[in-house]
């Protein structure tokens, strides 16, 4: 009888363990979970905004970031719209290999500018104009494994969030390698 009550002991402490192990693996697989896009392309067709211009980047790739960071693989693509008066515009476009690699490396970046901390801080819209998290009305901001940033001339500074957005719509319209 004892035999048969430690076996019966040693039955529930096993099912006990493989379900709370069971839950623990699911708890990580959720906490894994990532949307990773591919690289999209972007036209004036995509951004109206910028009708009238002339795009003469289209995702050009300028460098690798895994240079300059390391440790985490990057790879920067680059859009640019130009007119004859001599505005422009251009989107930077940061892919990573997931989200959380993207708010690393944007996390890094910013070491490097010359924005301060606390500055750049106020600058983060609440909540998010665009993405997972942006600042400055959507000119830089993360959705998914992108990080992207608008650089604009005097003409489009108004219209930030407008473009943010048009990009933000694409970047959701390109299937996931990842769910």
């Known amino acids: 009888m004892k035999k048969s009550k430690s076996y019966s002991s040693l039955f529930y402490f096993l099912i006990i363990t493989l379900c709370l192990s069971n839950q623990c693996e699911n708890n990580m697989k959720s906490d ?10 972007l036209t004036t067709a995509d951004i109206p905004t910028f009708n009238g211009m ?3 980047k289209y995702g050009e790739k ?3 970031i895994d240079e300059i960071i390391e440790g985490i693989f990057t790879e ?11 505005e422009y515009a251009y989107i930077d ?30 600058r983060k819209d609440k909540p998010a104009a665009v993405g997972d998290i942006s600042y400055s009305k959507g ?6 494994n992108f990080i992207i940033i608008l650089h604009v001339k005097e003409k489009f500074t108004n219209h930030v969030n407008e473009i943010a957005k048009h990009v933000d719509a694409k970047i959701l319209s390109t299937k996931p390698l990842t769910n």
């Open 32 to 41: 894994e979970i990532d949307v990773v896009r591919p690289i999209f392309q």
């Open 93 to 122: 476009v940061w892919v990573a290999e997931s989200k959380n690699m993207a708010f690393d490396l944007l996390e890094e970046m910013q070491k490097t500018w010359t924005i301060p901390k606390d500055i750049l801080e106020e």
């Open 76 to 86: 920067l693509y680059e859009f640019r719209w130009d007119s004859d008066d001599g």
């Open 62 to 64: 300028p460098l690798s």
């Open 139 to 144: 000119s830089c901001f993360i959705r998914d």
């Open 54 to 56: 002339t795009q003469t």
